[in-house]
C-alpha cells in the first residue's frame, strides 16, 4: 500500500506587544485632520492648528484607569470618542494628526517635573515636531489646563509649545536620551539635581544621525538600541526601571516572532519537498529536491537557535512561555522528521530505478 506524508501545517503564532504604526482610522479623524490643515500653507500653521484644537476640545481625565491597548487606532478612537484622556491621549493624537499632515514629529515617554519642583511617580508623555529642520517640543497636555483638588480647569496656555530642547529638559525627562535632541544629553541624575551644565556645551552625540537609523532599523534592533542607551542613562527610579522591563518583553515578542518567521520558512520548504515525495519524485531534478530538504533543515535549525536564546530572559510575558515551550518541541519534532527524510534522498539517488519505486511503499 502507498504511504503519502501528511504536509506539516505552518506554524503561525506570530505575536507583537512592539509600538505598532497606526492603522485603520477613524474617518472623522482623517477628517478631522483635513478640517484643521487644509487651508494652511506651513507647517508651523499646521501645527498650531492641531495644538488649538486638542488643547481646547479634550479634556484631561483624572479617574481615567490605566487600560492596554491593541494598537495606536484604539487610543485615537477612545479619546475623539470619549473627548478626555491623559497624556498618552494627548500625545498620540497630536501625534497622528501631525502625521497625518505630513509633518515629521515624535511621541515621546518620560517622566517630568511638576510645579513644585518634585517628580511624580508616573510617567509622561509629550510630542516634539520638525519643522524647517530644528527640533521644538510641545506638551499639549499641560498647554490644555491644571488641576485643582483632581477637577479639570481649561487653561490654554503657550508655555510648553514650540519649546526649544535645553528649554524643555528643565522640567520633561525622556527615557531615551535620544528624543532630548541635544549633543550632549544630560543623565537622569543630572535631572534629579537640575544640573544642566551639559546642555551649555557641545557635546559628541549625533541625535540626527541616530533618529535617522532608527527610521529604518526594524523593530528588534530599534528596541535593542532603545534599551542601551537609557540603561546608560544612570537610572534614578522605577518608572525608568519598568520602561526597561517592558523594552525587554517586546524584544523578547520581537525574537520570539522572528524565530517563527524561520519556522515557518523551513516547514514552507519541507511542504514543497513533502509534495513531491508523494508523488514520487516524478517531473523534478535531484537538485531541486536537495535543496529544498536541505534548505528546510537550515531553516529550522536557525528558528530553534533563536527560540533557544528566550530560555535565559526571566523577563517573558506568562502568555509567551507555553508558546515558547511548545513551537520548541514542534522544531525538534520537525528536525527529526526532515533528518529522517535526508537519510531517505540520500538513499533514493544512490539506488537503481526498482528499488527506489519500492522505497515509496514501505
Known sequence: MKHVLVLIFLFYNFVSLAQQRFQN??????????????NLSNDKEKVRSIYNWI???????YYKKKK????????????LKRRKGVCQHYAQLFDTLCKLSHIKSYMILGYNRDKNGEIPKEGHAWNAVVINNKYYLIDATWGAGYSVDNKFIRDLN?????????IFLQDHMPFDPVYQFVSNPINQEDFFYQ??????????????????LMSIQNNTDKVIGQYKRTRNCKVTNTMTKTYLDNLLRNYTYDVFNYAIKWFNQGINDYNK????????FRQVDEATIRI?????????LQSQTIMRQLFDYENIAPELKGSIHKN?????????????????????????????????YK
Open 158 to 166: 503657550d508655555d510648553y509649545y514650540m519649546k526649544k530642547p535645553e
Open 25 to 38: 482610522y477613524p474617518s472623522n479623524l482623517v477628517q478631522l485632520s483635513n478640517h484643521l490643515t487644509q
Open 68 to 79: 492596554q491597548y491593541k494598537n495606536n487606532a484604539e487610543i485615537i478612537s477612545d479619546v
Open 292 to 300: 529544498l530538504i536541505t534548505n528546510a533543515e537550515k531553516s529550522v
Open 195 to 212: 544640573n544642566f551644565d551639559k546642555l551649555k556645551t557641545k557635546g559628541t552625540f549625533n541625535y540626527r544621525d541616530t533618529l535617522a
Open 273 to 280: 519537498y513533502v509534495q513531491h515525495k508523494n508523488r514520487q
Open 55 to 61: 488643547t481646547k476640545n479634550i479634556d484631561y481625565d
Open 328 to 360: 520548541f518541541l514542534n522544531m525538534k519534532r520537525s528536525l527529526q522528521r526532515i533528518s529522517d527524510d535526508i537519510q531517505f534522498v540520500n538513499t533514493y539517488y544512490k539506488s537503481n530505478k526498482w528499488t527506489r519505486k519500492r522505497m515509496f
